[in-house]
């Protein structure tokens, strides 16, 4: 039986990575492999138990967690609408247009608050793409550290809350415990903070130390270059820039730390004011509520698919004792706890090269979580970790999204080559920053006093 259960998720992963819908698969191959045991092999497995499915997705459209998933998706979407992006760019450039990387600096921070604002990585990379790239270019910044500075910072959302990522991470988690403690959304909020903020340090430090040895890479913007753009009404657009974004990051962040608010209820707060402030910049149409809605119906719609089929896939894979296999497996093997998180880390990230961070959440997430209970793992600590690996999936060639992002949306001259090479130092500052918080777990318990 527990056979059946390994050679069903061989099979679901072998027919995505051969590009197979994943919703589809995931649903469809689980239910024909367990009507197929019910004909043919009825004592592994019975109607009755195919039958639990009913209350399972019940239960998945009930969640009150996932309810904050749409709110999120509106939020960041019609943000990208409000024009707050291309006002951050600019009072940014001209903050730091002096410094040699200074514009390369901007996007990193102006990616850092975007992804405290909408946790949306494309429209995070498509926008600062089509503001950012073209004028680093023409001020002769070298095409590699232009694009790797984009597209590694709009994959900043996945890790800086509010993040989409962190609500499913942490609701999978949470699903597969089997009694164990629950990973509350909330407390892996305030745990991925500081990770992604020394993250945002990383990238910066690097920038400057790089632009800084090769000269010639990222110039600083003239002196008169700054007069032009420091014209009237410098001051007050400084603050329009900076005051709304974080009107926004203290109203959804602040209300879940202080424990007013549940995240679920600060995704409602954070939707309603990303409208706001689309009205305040004079943006807010019903055209643009119109396209903001049908795109947060499909997104969502295909988040939730993809969910219903692992619901599927995790409910077939336990009922064949798939999971106490794979615990006995292990525990059988003389793998130490950290052995095995090792093993799970170079999975997730290899995984992370052919197949979106959804599916990892939905198909390994599931499986790996009943070990690492048996090993008695901090599941805040783990899930933070998984969190950091899944953002280089966003960036690791051929089909990080970030690159394809990117690329749609790039002048001619830049080669896909290019933006692969970019891209490197990045990977390489995530997977550094992923063995300090594996060396050092202190880093994501100092923004609530845990130990």
């Given at each position: 039986m527990e056979l059946l259960a390994i050679i069903l998720f061989i099979t679901i992963f072998v027919l995505i990575l051969r590009g197979y819908p994943v919703a589809f698969t995931l649903g469809g191959v689980s239910t024909l492999f367990a009507l197929g045991i019910i004909v043919f092999a009825p004592d592994y497995l019975s109607f009755s138990d195919f039958r639990l499915l009913v209350s399972r997705y019940m239960g998945q459209m009930n969640n009150y967690v996932l309810?904050?998933?749409?709110?999120?998706?509106?939020?960041?979407?019609?943000?990208?609408k409000s024009g707050l992006a291309e006002g951050l760019l600019e009072t940014m450039a001209l903050l730091f247009g002096k410094l040699?990387?200074?514009?390369?600096?901007?996007?990193?921070?102006?990616?850092?608050?975007?992804?405290?604002?909408?946790?949306i990585v494309g429209a995070t990379v498509v926008t600062m793409g089509l503001i950012s790239l073209p004028t680093m270019?023409?001020?002769g910044y070298d095409i590699p550290l232009a694009t790797g500075t984009i597209a590694s910072s709009g994959t900043l959302g996945i890790i800086i809350p509010p993040s989409i990522m962190l609500v499913l991470l942490a609701d999978t988690i949470n699903s597969s415990n089997r009694g164990?403690?629950?990973?509350?959304?909330?407390?892996?909020?305030?745990a991925a903070l500081l990770p992604g903020m020394l993250l945002v340090l990383a990238y910066i430090v690097y920038i400057l130390i790089y632009s800084n040895i090769r000269k010639d890479v990222a110039p600083p913007m003239t002196d008169e270059e700054i007069e032009v753009f420091r014209g009237e009404g410098f001051v007050k657009r400084v603050i329009e820039a900076f005051v709304l974004p974080f009107v926004l990051i203290i109203a959804v962040l602040g209300s879940i730390f202080a424990g007013i608010a549940s995240p679920t209820e600060a995704a409602a707060v954070g939707a309603l004011g990303a409208t706001l402030l689309t009205l305040i910049q004079r943006k807010f149409s019903y055209a643009i509520l119109k396209e903001v809605?049908?795109?947060?119906?499909?997104?969502t719609a295909m988040v939730f698919m993809i969910l219903l089929g692992a619901t599927t896939f995790t409910l077939i894979f336990r009922e064949l004792g798939g999971d106490d296999y794979l615990v006995e497996l292990i525990t059988q093997s003389n793998l130490s706890p950290m052995m095995f998180l090792g093993l799970v880390m170079v999975v997730i990230f290899i995984a992370g090269f052919f197949i979106d961070f959804i599916e990892i959440i939905f198909i390994i997430v599931p499986v790996v979580t009943p070990i690492f209970n048996a090993f008695e793992m901090d599941m805040l600590w783990v899930g933070i970790l998984i969190a950091m690996n899944l953002q280089t999936s966003f960036l690791t060639p051929p089909f990080g999204f970030s690159l394809f992002y990117l690329k749609g949306v790039a002048p001619p001259e830049v080669s896909t080559q290019q933006i692969y090479k970019g891209i490197v130092p990045f990977i390489a500052i995530q997977l550094i920053f992923i063995a300090v918080?594996?060396?050092?777990?202190?880093?994501?318990?100092m923004l609530f006093g845990k130990s």
């Amino acid at each position: 039986m527990e056979l059946l259960a390994i050679i069903l998720f061989i099979t679901i992963f072998v027919l995505i990575l051969r590009g197979y819908p994943v919703a589809f698969t995931l649903g469809g191959v689980s239910t024909l492999f367990a009507l197929g045991i019910i004909v043919f092999a009825p004592d592994y497995l019975s109607f009755s138990d195919f039958r639990l499915l009913v209350s399972r997705y019940m239960g998945q459209m009930n969640n009150y967690v996932l309810m904050a998933v749409p709110l999120f998706i509106y939020m960041g979407i019609m943000l990208e609408k409000s024009g707050l992006a291309e006002g951050l760019l600019e009072t940014m450039a001209l903050l730091f247009g002096k410094l040699k990387g200074g514009l390369a600096i901007s996007v990193v921070l102006v990616g850092a608050l975007l992804a405290a604002s909408t946790g949306i990585v494309g429209a995070t990379v498509v926008t600062m793409g089509l503001i950012s790239l073209p004028t680093m270019l023409k001020r002769g910044y070298d095409i590699p550290l232009a694009t790797g500075t984009i597209a590694s910072s709009g994959t900043l959302g996945i890790i800086i809350p509010p993040s989409i990522m962190l609500v499913l991470l942490a609701d999978t988690i949470n699903s597969s415990n089997r009694g164990a403690s629950a990973v509350d959304v909330g407390t892996m909020f305030a745990a991925a903070l500081l990770p992604g903020m020394l993250l945002v340090l990383a990238y910066i430090v690097y920038i400057l130390i790089y632009s800084n040895i090769r000269k010639d890479v990222a110039p600083p913007m003239t002196d008169e270059e700054i007069e032009v753009f420091r014209g009237e009404g410098f001051v007050k657009r400084v603050i329009e820039a900076f005051v709304l974004p974080f009107v926004l990051i203290i109203a959804v962040l602040g209300s879940i730390f202080a424990g007013i608010a549940s995240p679920t209820e600060a995704a409602a707060v954070g939707a309603l004011g990303a409208t706001l402030l689309t009205l305040i910049q004079r943006k807010f149409s019903y055209a643009i509520l119109k396209e903001v809605m049908e795109e947060t119906t499909h997104i969502t719609a295909m988040v939730f698919m993809i969910l219903l089929g692992a619901t599927t896939f995790t409910l077939i894979f336990r009922e064949l004792g798939g999971d106490d296999y794979l615990v006995e497996l292990i525990t059988q093997s003389n793998l130490s706890p950290m052995m095995f998180l090792g093993l799970v880390m170079v999975v997730i990230f290899i995984a992370g090269f052919f197949i979106d961070f959804i599916e990892i959440i939905f198909i390994i997430v599931p499986v790996v979580t009943p070990i690492f209970n048996a090993f008695e793992m901090d599941m805040l600590w783990v899930g933070i970790l998984i969190a950091m690996n899944l953002q280089t999936s966003f960036l690791t060639p051929p089909f990080g999204f970030s690159l394809f992002y990117l690329k749609g949306v790039a002048p001619p001259e830049v080669s896909t080559q290019q933006i692969y090479k970019g891209i490197v130092p990045f990977i390489a500052i995530q997977l550094i920053f992923i063995a300090v918080v594996v060396a050092y777990p202190e880093f994501i318990y100092m923004l609530f006093g845990k130990s």
